[in-house]
């Protein structure tokens, strides 16, 4: 399965297209669909992070996923987002998509809105490996696992 294309902007106003702007060979991408998603995705950025120090090619990305709306309110929405995040790095791989969300969702085989979903794909968009929820360390073994047999840790 692939990734579909989409498009979007970083909290940092860099504008991407899915999933080819992406900068790894291996791309960790966290996808909540609700505001209180982002409690979930934070327990998997530490692993991320350590991830990300081990294998040079691998990059991780948050997409809040929204639908789609008048520039004013997304401008608003991405400008709350970057206010309550500090750091420059997080800023930067938080990519907000506004987009048809039951499309989305149909593409990536996302049953409902009710969890975040966690992808790892490669460059070209290959789904790779997918989990969904918060972190735990079942799920942190599963990926681990998976990049070791891909041989690229």
Not at 137 to 147: M, P, Q, S, V
């Amino acid at each position: 399965m692939l990734f579909p294309k989409v498009s979007g902007s970083n909290l940092e106003g860099r504008r991407y297209r899915l999933p080819g702007d992406l900068e790894g060979e291996l791309n960790l991408l966290f996808i909540p669909f609700q505001r209180w998603h982002q409690d979930w995705v934070d327990t998997w950025v530490p692993y991320a992070r350590a991830l990300r120090a081990e294998i040079p090619g691998l990059r991780y990305y948050e997409l809040p996923t929204l639908p789609r709306m008048n520039p004013f309110y997304r401008m608003s929405l991405d400008m709350g987002m970057k206010m309550g995040i500090p750091d420059r790095a997080a800023r930067e791989a938080t990519i907000t998509l506004y987009l048809d969300k039951d499309a989305y969702r149909q593409a990536l085989q996302i049953p409902s809105e009710d969890t975040i979903v966690v992808l790892l794909i490669d460059r070209m968009g290959m789904i790779l490996w997918r989990t969904e929820g918060p972190f735990d360390e079942a799920k942190a073994a599963d990926l681990r696992a998976f990049l070791s047999g891909r041989q690229v840790m």
